[in-house]
């Protein structure tokens, strides 16, 4: 099957600094990502969906500002959580689907852990 | 906007036996895809087994099988055979078209051996 690939699968950053979180799709073009935070014994929640070359569409209570999400390639999406805080701690995980003719299925990433000490 | 809720936080089943977690939806629309996902202490979210709304055939998926009762808006996932690796989070979720998946809130299983 369809590969989607997180990088890093754990980080840690100071409070104050930003990171990035990278989402590829391996062997397919993804026209579409999206992006989910999960708080612990909690569902999904749906950040932001990213199409490739346009701005990103945040869901409600999602600060743009904040997590800047970039598609700038048909394979490559990036998550950057800046200034972070504690708060921002949590399991971070993608998803991708296929561009026309590439089949309904999206496809998960392995996820990234965040923490911020 | 479409909600999906699961209404079983938890459910426990012993190794062999047959689980049911159950899932309702509300949406207005006629099309539409609905899904079980599987997501074990890895986190990684695996697919289960997804339904057309326009397929009144259950799916099924050798242990794995759907009620699906469009009327009701109901889509239940029953597991036979239940194996100690079936322990995880299960997710409803439901996608119209190429929009986005909405996620119930889980429910967790867990396999008495």
């Known amino acids: 099957g369809a590969v989607v690939s997180q990088h890093p699968s754990r980080v840690i950053c100071k409070s104050g600094t930003s990171v990035k979180i990278e989402c590829r799709s391996l062997?397919?073009?993804?026209?579409?990502m999206f992006w989910y935070r999960q708080f612990p014994k909690q569902s999904l929640m749906l950040m932001a969906t990213?199409?490739?070359?346009?701005?990103?569409?945040?869901e409600q209570g999602v600060e743009k500002d904040k997590f800047l999400i970039n598609h700038a390639s048909l394979t490559l999406s990036t998550l950057t959580v800046t200034s972070a805080h504690p708060e921002d701690s949590s399991f971070y995980i993608c998803s991708a689907r296929p561009g026309q003719g590439g089949g309904n299925t999206i496809y998960f990433g392995e996820g990234s852990w965040l923490t911020v000490v | 906007a479409q909600t999906v809720t699961q209404s079983q936080p938890e459910m426990s089943v012993q190794e062999a036996e047959t689980v049911t977690l159950s899932c309702t939806y509300d949406?207005?629309?006629?099309?539409?895809?609905l899904f079980w996902y599987k997501q074990p202490p890895s986190r990684q979210m695996i697919l289960v087994i997804r339904q057309e709304a326009y397929k009144q055939q259950n799916a099924t998926e050798n242990r794995f099988s759907v009620n699906f009762q469009k009327a009701a808006k109901s889509f239940s996932l029953k597991i036979s055979d239940s194996q100690l690796g079936d322990a995880a989070m299960y997710f409803c979720?439901?996608?119209?078209?190429?929009?986005?998946?909405?996620f119930g809130q889980g429910t967790r299983l867990t396999i008495n051996p």
């Open positions: 990213s199409n490739e070359g346009s701005k990103a569409t945040y």
């Open positions: 949406t207005s629309e006629s099309d539409y895809y």
């Open positions: 062997d397919f073009q993804a026209t579409t």
């Open positions: 979720a439901y996608r119209r078209g190429a929009q986005k998946l909405v």
